[in-house]
């Protein structure tokens, strides 16, 4: 198993966190384990139940050529006795980068499908023909974001026992978020940065996550203001933020969630979003195995 107490809760001092009279405190879940980490523990761990109580001996999952959700499949499969198959987004290259290098020395055999069937991946026939070429396996959808995601991902809650006002988190697709809402002390409010572009959209499906209307819901916001353009792409201000950052804090933070949030939350304290003596926490969802590759890709080091 996974020792879930490393996930340590940290108050993160800083002197605009001071000066605004606020207090922050960083859930570390990217300390539960090196490469199923943060939010992928998290979202895999009823997953895997539900895989070992159905008899299956293989996972088969999606992802893009750096996802940190098919490292942590690959991983997990190595951990906890299951074959791995990580049906690739895209195209495949002589070389592997870093995540897919890593993916297959865990034993994850790779399949790459064209980006229009990748779309269409949740249509019958398109995952139907998969499971025919691979044999039974455990289907987990992309991003390891289904309702037994939303799940593991209450469990963040597990252990905190200091009043919350604000709880935030990088989304994606939104299902940590909306585990982290639904369990929230009452009078918590969410604060979800989007991390892509048309970060509005996610609006519907955290809500049905949540099983309530967005649109009347006054629990949880969406910011999405801090994209940097889109999923995955930067400015060299996120650059120089995560480099201050890991300076600072003596820990990393990665560049296409956690990055994105933390430099969102801090250009909110600075803009006084926060009222005084407000108790803030930001959740660490990992995704730290992306950096060597992000960095490669773009030539880059911070
Ligand atoms: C490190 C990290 N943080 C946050 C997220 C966003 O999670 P979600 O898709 O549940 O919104 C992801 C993607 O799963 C991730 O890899």
């Known amino acids: 198993m996974i020792d879930e107490s490393t996930a340590q809760l940290q108050e993160l001092f800083h002197p605009e966190i001071e000066k605004n009279g606020l207090q922050l405190w960083v859930k570390r ?10 939010n992928k523990w998290r979202k895999l761990k009823y997953n895997l139940k539900a895989a070992r109580t ?117 989304c994606g697709t939104g299902a940590t978020f909306a585990g982290l809402v639904d369990a929230a002390p009452a009078g918590t409010r969410g604060w979800g940065f989007a991390v892509l572009k048309q970060g509005e959209h996610l609006k519907g499906p955290i809500g049905q996550w949540l099983g309530e209307d967005w649109s009347t819901t006054a629990s949880w916001d969406l910011i999405t203001d801090y994209h940097f353009g889109g999923y995955a792409r930067y400015t060299p201000e996120l650059l120089q933020f995560l480099a201050a950052f890991k300076s600072q804090q003596g820990f990393a933070l990665d560049p296409v969630y956690t990055g994105k949030l933390f430099y969102g939350l801090f250009d909110q304290v600075r803009q006084g979003a926060f009222r005084r003596g407000t108790s803030i926490l930001a959740v660490h969802t990992g995704g730290l195995q992306g950096i060597a590759g992000f960095q490669k890709r773009h030539q880059l080091t911070w």
């Open 29 to 38: 879940e990217d300390l539960l384990h090196p490469e199923i980490s943060g």
């Open 54 to 170: 159905g008899n299956y001996q293989r996972l088969l999952t999606f992802g893009g050529a750096f996802s940190n959700h098919l490292l942590a499949v690959a991983a997990a499969g190595n951990h906890f006795g299951f074959d791995t198959v990580g049906v690739v987004r895209g195209e495949a290259h002589a070389t592997l980068n870093p995540t897919l290098q890593r993916c297959s020395d865990l034993g994850m055999q790779l399949h790459y499908i064209d980006r229009t069937t990748y779309r269409q991946k949740h249509l019958p026939a398109v995952y139907t023909a998969l499971l025919d070429a691979f044999g039974p396996a455990y289907l987990i959808p992309e991003g390891g974001s289904n309702s037994l995601g939303v799940a593991g991902c209450r469990e963040v809650w597990e252990g905190i026992s200091v009043p919350i006002d604000v709880v935030a988190c990088a």
